[in-house]
């Protein structure tokens, strides 16, 4: 199998276009077409919108399709854990070519990606945009052009062909419900989001306030940005344990922010207070982490979506209508996804091997 595959970087250099086979290695991911062919089977939304593999037609021709990717960043494993999943899908038609840019976590960067991609002629864009609001002008080039766009994970509020996602609402009311059960209905919590502005830290934000309404007792301290990552959360998570004597648990949207939060509770001696975490992200390494105690839960949200979005774009160039795709609140359709279980220790060894990602867990530096 022939593909061609190429990569801009965030400098907007152009890697060279490159026929590759089925054993040379992709960009980003480092996988080869075989490899992807061999994880394929255990993406786990490969019967929603399926697709035979082979050649695309368009109006009963073999015609080459150029769809261009544009990723909030590749600075976080999840984000390359979704790019993998849509080289999976792209490596298994032979006439799919995929561009994929970096968006480098910066939304001048990413709307001047994607119309980067307009330029150079894509038949479609996927974006996984960085914020809502600010990838809106990109969002509008791409619709006037007459181009399908796909939108994953982050929403834009804008027209757009589709959006896919599993719920960060409901994800967050089943960790928040297991936080609250764990505190016996009262205790003091601090809170790390995600990204401020993007639509999973607005949603799971919404999703623990949804449960904390039937638990007045449980307070909630103070909230800050993390980011989605590790190292604003261990400054932030340092300011809070020394302004509050007393805190009982962290909500955080991420497991990097966890993982951060358990480091600065170390370094402030406060290990003896118990203070228990629970976060999302759904790798096996936060899976391990549920089991051994370390997280009192992790909200199950894969990355295992790209290969969604490749096969949406390829449904509307190839005239093929979209099954359970629904108007919402928001301009555009939806396609919703169906929740995974929240993981706990009741359930963490079912998981285990399902999730994202084949690094370890953090050591937990209060054991």
């Known amino acids: 199998m022939l593909k061609r595959l190429c990569l801009l970087t965030s400098a907007i250099v152009m890697l060279p276009l490159a026929a590759v086979s089925a054993q040379e290695r992709q960009p980003i991911t480092n996988a080869t077409c075989d490899e992807l062919a061999a994880r ?9 919108l399926p697709l035979e593999a082979g050649p695309v037609l368009v109006d009963g021709e073999e015609k080459s399709i150029t769809v261009g990717f544009s990723q909030t960043g590749f600075n976080h494993p999840w984000r390359v854990s979704m790019l993998e999943s849509l080289q999976a899908e792209a490596c298994r038609h032979p006439n799919v070519e995929l ?6 976590v910066d939304v001048a960067k990413q709307n001047n990606d994607v119309r980067d991609l307009i330029a150079r002629g894509v038949d479609a864009v996927i974006m996984s945009p ?17 181009l399908p766009l796909v939108v994953l994970d982050r929403d834009v509020p804008t027209d757009k062909t589709l959006f896919i996602g599993q719920s960060n609402v409901t994800m967050a009311e089943g960790v928040a419900e297991k936080m609250a059960e764990d505190l016996g209905g009262k205790g003091k919590i601090v809170v790390i989001t995600g990204l ?18 039937d638990y007045p007792d449980i307070e909630v301290l103070v909230t800050g940005d993390g980011q989605w990552i ?19 648990a962290v909500f955080s949207h991420a497991e990097e922010s966890s993982w951060g939060a358990q480091l600065a509770i170390a370094r402030a001696n406060r290990c003896k207070d118990g203070i228990k975490h629970y976060t999302f992200d759904g790798s096996n390494a936060g899976f391990k982490a549920v089991k051994a105690g370390t997280f009192g839960a992790d909200g199950n949200y894969t990355p ?31 396609l919703a996804l169906p929740d995974s279980p929240v993981v706990t220790a009741a359930n963490a060894d079912e998981w285990i091997g399902r999730g994202w990602g084949d690094f370890e867990p953090t050591p937990d530096p209060c054991l």
């Open 130 to 146: 960085v914020e809502s609001a600010a990838l809106v002008p990109a969002s509008r080039a791409v619709m006037s052009e007459g």
């Open 196 to 213: 401020q502005g993007s639509s999973p830290a607005v949603d799971r934000n919404q999703g623990m306030l949804n449960v904390l309404a």
């Open 99 to 104: 561009i994929v840019l970096d968006g480098n």
């Open 230 to 248: 590790r190292e604003p959360s261990v400054p932030l998570m340092e300011d809070w344990l020394t302004a509050y004597p007393e805190i009982d």
């Open 40 to 48: 394929y089977d255990k993406l786990p939304f490969t019967d929603i």
């Open 304 to 334: 295992f979506i790209g290969d969604i979005g490749l096969r949406a774009v390829l449904y509307e160039l190839t005239g093929k209508e979209i099954p359970d795709a629904e108007d919402y609140a928001q301009p555009g359709k939806n």
